[in-house]
Nanobody, 115 residues
Framework: QVQLVESGGGLVQAGGSLKLSCVASGSIFSINAMGWYRQAPGKERELVARITGGGNTVYVASVKGRFTISRDIAKNTVYLQMNSLKPEDTAVYYC?????????WGQGTQVTVSS
């Protein structure tokens, strides 16, 4: 089994920055893609950013140029650096890790951006 623990969420003013972290632990034999999703109240969960095993990255258009996803393979950790935050970035952010041919989700961390 694989466990994910997210951290780094919080309350920030518009224009500010936050860095999310997600650590995967447990019986991990291989990790493929790692990513971040978010879900705002009344909206569907959406992909924010994803990084593949080869290091290729994908971002939703609304965060390009502001957010950066990265990973530390040795630490089984994925990060999301969020800069120039906007009120519309307010959501619960979830970590998603494809490991051991399975798909695992974190518990979510709240990000609130005040105007």
């Amino acid at each position: 089994q694989v466990q994910l623990v997210e951290s780094g969420g919080g309350l920030v003013q518009a224009g500010g920055s936050l860095k999310l972290s997600c650590v995967a632990s447990g019986s991990i034999f291989s990790i493929n893609a790692m990513g971040w999703y978010r879900q705002a109240p009344g909206k569907e969960r959406e992909l924010v950013a994803r990084i593949t095993g080869g290091g290729n990255t994908v971002y939703v258009a609304s965060v390009k140029g502001r957010f950066t996803i990265s990973r530390d393979i040795a630490k089984n950790t994925v990060y999301l650096q969020m800069n120039s935050l906007k009120p519309e970035d307010t959501a619960v952010y979830y970590c998603d890790v494809q490991a051991n041919r399975g798909d695992y989700w974190g518990q979510g961390t709240q990000v609130t951006v005040s105007s």
